[in-house]
DNA sequence: CGAGCGATTGAACCAGGTCAAACGGGGTGG
DNA sequence: CCACCCCGTTTGACCTGGTTCAATCGCTCG
């Protein structure tokens, strides 16, 4: 057990009935580490997660009363996020136990903390980067070697980063400039249109 | 039916394990609709949802291949957000029917949606509204009479926010000076302190 | 007491917002 | 077919809110 989980260490010596206690700032578990899934019945927890590419971790979301923390062991068996106490809070632990078959929620729990992730992280940094992100996010899942990208009208990318329309649409130029991004047809501009990625030049930009 | 669910439409003119398909910007289901639950077999879908306050809609989320849509229809009865298609994209129905019991994973589910959209607004707008914001989330959900908030140390505030550690610290200056925040004992600064809050002065500041 | 850390405050700078103008394509009506 | 309009996009010029850099303060702990 290198990183053990703080939450882990605590039931083990508990009766598993009894809340968890923990005072702000205090870790609860860390990303990569094994235990059980929790309950919040008082205060705030934090999530950080290790943002693609660098080792580091940032902000990935909130749970507040009555969320979850860590339901994603039932089905990976480690905690995804590293989950710390934002302000002094209590954790129950979380369902008991599983009934086999729910796994479909399940899931789609663990897809929907994963999108939160995804979601926080396309309105940190500077402009340049979330555009990067966004289309990066919008190319298909089933990657094929010319990388083709159906990209949004710019109203709508302009709302999902938080910057403005003009700003998306100078970043545009600028990827394009560079080669990150051509326009399928010789069309005027890319915004809404479907246009060719290159990962690289985009990772570099 | 006022604003009806176009996906609702659909899904009684079709059969129902008939994929639905959406082009790009295409409305698939108003909030407050009522409808069936679905998942992305194909493409983006974008939420948006009802700040607190005005009667605006504004971004609230994503989903992607595989995440579902609607799933709080299972515990509200209606749609809690605006779903638009970001890219073509192809629905299917989901889960097919419902195991009951399985209560407790899709209230979780609803909650996490609820907090993806809560943590997205907290990086929205001027870092004064943010920071009220998140103040304002911080407040224990049992409201008394005297508000208090334990804020946490200026640092967490600044990561969630997408702010600077200084930038807070200029907002939280100038609330006290506003008297929507105090001090609970008069030290020096608030960062990381309990405080008494008032909801007016810090909506209006 | 001194070191260290979080918070505060000031000053200068700049990334992105705002405002404004122009363009291109698609649709509509004459 | 053309004239016109509308809407999304692009680009430039300017402005500002927030970041950056730096100095100071206060508390806590060794």
């Given at each position: 057990m290198?990183?053990?989980?703080?939450?882990t260490?605590q039931a083990?010596?508990?009766t598993l009935?009894?809340p968890?206690?923990?005072?702000r700032?205090q870790?609860?578990?860390?990303a990569?580490?094994?235990?059980?899934p929790?309950?919040?019945?008082?205060g705030?927890?934090r999530?950080?997660?290790?943002?693609?590419g660098?080792?580091?971790?940032?902000f990935?979301?909130?749970?507040?009363?009555?969320d979850?923390?860590?339901?994603?062991?039932?089905?990976f068996?480690?905690?995804a996020?590293?989950a710390t106490?934002?302000?002094a809070?209590?954790?129950v632990?979380?369902?008991?136990?599983?009934?086999?078959?729910e796994d479909?929620?399940?899931?789609?729990?663990?897809?929907?903390?994963?999108?939160t992730a995804?979601?926080?992280?396309?309105?940190?940094?500077?402009?340049?980067?979330?555009?990067?992100?966004?289309?990066?996010l919008?190319?298909?899942?089933?990657?094929?070697?010319p990388?083709?990208a159906?990209?949004p009208?710019?109203?709508?990318?302009a709302?999902?980063?938080?910057l403005?329309i003009?700003t998306?649409?100078?970043?545009?130029?600028?990827l394009r400039?560079?080669?990150a991004?051509?326009?399928?047809q010789?069309r005027?501009g890319?915004?809404?249109?479907?246009?060719l990625?290159s990962?690289?030049?985009?990772?570099?930009a």
């Amino acid at each position: 057990m290198l990183p053990t989980a703080i939450a882990t260490e605590q039931a083990a010596a508990v009766t598993l009935s009894a809340p968890l206690c923990f005072e702000r700032g205090q870790r609860i578990h860390e990303a990569g580490a094994m235990g059980f899934p929790w309950r919040v019945s008082q205060g705030v927890v934090r999530f950080d997660t290790t943002e693609a590419g660098n080792g580091e971790l940032s902000f990935a979301g909130l749970a507040m009363e009555g969320d979850l923390v860590g339901a994603e062991v039932l089905m990976f068996g480690r905690f995804a996020y590293r989950a710390t106490a934002l302000t002094a809070c209590q954790l129950v632990p979380w369902p008991g136990h599983l009934d086999k078959d729910e796994d479909k929620l399940l899931r789609a729990l663990a897809r929907s903390d994963q999108r939160t992730a995804d979601v926080v992280a396309l309105r940190s940094g500077q402009a340049m980067a979330r555009v990067c992100r966004l289309i990066e996010l919008l190319l298909p899942p089933s990657a094929t070697a010319p990388l083709k990208a159906e990209l949004p009208p710019l109203r709508d990318m302009a709302e999902i980063t938080a910057l403005t329309i003009e700003t998306v649409s100078r970043m545009l130029s600028g990827l394009r400039r560079l080669g990150a991004l051509e326009p399928e047809q010789e069309r005027r501009g890319n915004g809404g249109k479907t246009c060719l990625v290159s990962r690289e030049l985009l990772a570099a930009a």
